[in-house]
């Protein structure tokens, strides 16, 4: 592990705002987990580099499309800029779970994406997510998989049967226990 803080992924629907099952397709639909904005904040100014990596399948099944994402995106980061922090970026997979694409989480397309764009490995460095998939992700580009229950979290947390995942109740609470170990 390297010393002192490094990057931090996080999922977005279901840890940084409210998740949907009808999607969040606009937005007016965005609203923010009560705490995650300020995680951010915090971890930002702890000197951690943020950034989003999530499934929006919504583009692959004609909910919305990539333009209204990218607003969607704009709008997260200006209201993360507002409460002082700061994302360096966004990776998102646009596709149906049967497309076959290799960018779907579990699959490691966006981390690998992230590593190129970023400049920097993902091996060590905490994925915060609300899935399984985020953590069978995390695991499986050798990052370290947090799991928090707000969003479908707490469904996740009965189907980690055993795996050493730490669980916390929210990405605020994720993000002190980051924020405190390394210090
Ligand atoms: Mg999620
Ligand atoms: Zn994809």
């Keep these: 592990m390297p010393q002192g803080p490094g ?3 996080i999922d977005r629907d279901g840890v940084i705002n409210e998740d949907s099952n009808e999607f969040v397709k606009s937005v007016a639909e965005w609203r923010p987990i009560k ?3 300020e995680a951010i904040a ?11 990596v999530t499934n929006q399948s919504g583009v692959g099944r004609g909910l919305y499309d990539e333009a209204t994402l990218a607003k969607i995106h704009e709008h997260m980061r200006e209201r993360a800029r ?3 922090g700061e994302i360096a970026g966004v990776y998102y997979c646009p ?9 779907r989480k579990p699959k490691p397309g966006l981390f690998r994406a992230l590593e190129r764009e970023l400049r920097v490995s993902v091996i060590g460095a905490p994925y915060i997510g609300d899935r399984l998939s985020d953590i069978e992700a995390a ?22 049967a055993g795996r050493d995942v730490p669980v916390f109740d929210d990405l605020a609470a994720a993000a002190r226990s980051l924020l405190d170990s390394k210090r």
Excluded at 42 to 52: F, K, N
Excluded at 95 to 103: T, V
């Design 42 to 52: 915090a971890l930002h100014r702890g000197g951690w580099r943020v950034a989003v």
């Design 95 to 103: 596709h149906l779970p049967d497309d076959g694409c290799d960018c």
């Design 7 to 9: 990057l931090v992924m």
């Design 35 to 37: 705490g995650s904005l």
């Design 82 to 84: 507002a409460a002082g």
């Design 139 to 160: 695991l499986g580009v050798g990052a370290q998989p947090i799991l928090v229950r707000t969003g479908t979290g707490a469904a996740t947390e009965a189907l980690l």
